[in-house]
Nanobody, 127 residues
């Protein structure tokens, strides 16, 4: 398994921006598909975005398309989630996840496909 540490969450007003970061302990980082998920109390964890090992495949849930951008820096073993035009409904705990998938073109979107999870970082968007 990979140890993942998220950072960058916080409180922001609607329309604002935040950038989440997730640093992985295992190398080579490029062996892993990375994903971001979020969860609110009483609801299941939901997919937000994913990126394959090279960054050539990006997936987003419909509600964040055009507002969020996932990216990665393999040299720094870090995946990012740039969140712009934030809305109150984006309020959640955001989790970083890793799936060992070396040189795979696809980027998984199901929680069950991921092997390792971070501890989560809280994002709160006020109206």
């Amino acid at each position: 398994q990979v140890q993942l540490v998220e950072s960058g969450g916080g409180l922001v007003q609607a329309g604002g921006s935040l950038r989440l970061s997730c640093v992985a302990s295992r190398r080579p980082f490029s062996y892993y598909t990375m994903g971001w998920f979020r969860q609110t109390p009483g609801k299941e964890r939901e997919f937000v975005a994913s990126i394959n090992w090279s960054g050539s495949t990006l997936n987003y849930t419909d509600s964040v398309k055009g507002r969020f951008t996932i990216s990665r820096d393999n040299a720094k073993s870090t995946v990012y989630l740039q969140m712009n035009s934030l809305k109150p409904e984006d309020t959640a705990v955001y989790y970083c996840a890793a799936r060992r998938a070396p040189y795979k073109k696809d980027a998984a979107i199901e929680t069950r496909e991921y092997d390792s999870w971070g501890q989560g970082t809280q994002v709160t968007v006020s109206s």
